[in-house]
């Protein structure tokens, strides 16, 4: 399971600039969908590599899904050596996105956020626009229920209102 | 072990169509009960939700041994 307030906190505490994107977002916007992880962009600067290295490295992180005899260590290297990480950690499946298809990198998201207050932290969110047009650019047919429902969000959104 | 690749992406075309085909069996009470929530009550339901999730899965391998 996951602990989504624990990994915002997690991140916010060593003030990682991230953007909360995928599944998470999805529920932040009125999905009814379940999630099991959390995916995230994050900046690549060197400043903010060595913020999510310092942020992650207590949580025991593994890289999902790899035997455990294959050595992984977590810091500013393995970031810089690579971009896009699905780890699992003490609080759950975590997704360091360093780019992602349709949206480019943390900095390309920039406009297509909106900030949330969540948890006792406020998190950058890609919008619901962002998202459906994320999804759009995947092209993976798992995504294809999660957009028709985002697409009718939007619509429940226009008719009544409500956020 | 050779990683199996993804299968190439859906044309856009054909992703606009089937989004609309699967817009149309979209529970929109759930949707419209959603909105009704906060962003951290979303969050919460969702957390509650994994709870039940997990519990229905330990349940199901205890019964069935899987």
Not at chain 1, 22 to 40: E, I, Q
Not at chain 1, 99 to 114: I, K, S
Request: a neutral charge; glycine letters at 8%.
């Amino acid at each position: 399971m996951t602990d989504f307030p624990g990994l915002l906190r997690a991140l916010r505490k060593e003030k990682v600039r991230f953007i909360v994107v995928g599944g998470a977002a999805a529920t932040a916007h009125g999905s009814a969908r379940l999630t099991l992880d959390l995916d995230v962009v994050y900046s690549r600067t060197p400043e903010n590599r060595r913020r999510l290295a310092a942020a992650i490295a207590p949580l025991a992180p593994a890289l999902r899904g790899a035997p455990e005899s294959l050595p992984f260590v977590w810091d500013e290297r393995t970031i810089r050596s690579g971009l896009n990480f699905s780890l699992s950690t003490s609080l759950g499946a975590l997704d360091l996105l360093g780019e992602v298809a349709g949206g480019g990198r943390y900095q390309n998201l920039g406009n297509d956020t909106e900030t949330i207050h969540v948890f006792g932290v406020d998190c950058l969110c890609v919008n619901l626009d962002a998202l459906i047009r994320l999804k759009r650019a995947a092209g993976r047919r798992k995504d294809l229920e999660t957009i028709a429902e985002l697409e009718a969000i939007r619509e429940e959104r226009e008719k009544t209102g409500l956020r | 072990m050779t990683p199996v690749p993804d299968p190439p992406p859906l044309p856009l075309a054909e992703v606009d169509r089937l989004v609309e085909e699967l817009k149309k069996d979209v529970d929109r009470t759930l949707i419209r009960e959603n909105l009704k929530l906060t962003v951290e009550e979303r969050l919460i339901q969702l957390t509650r939700f994994q709870e039940f999730a997990e519990e229905l899965r330990r349940a199901g391998r205890a019964t069935f041994g899987r």
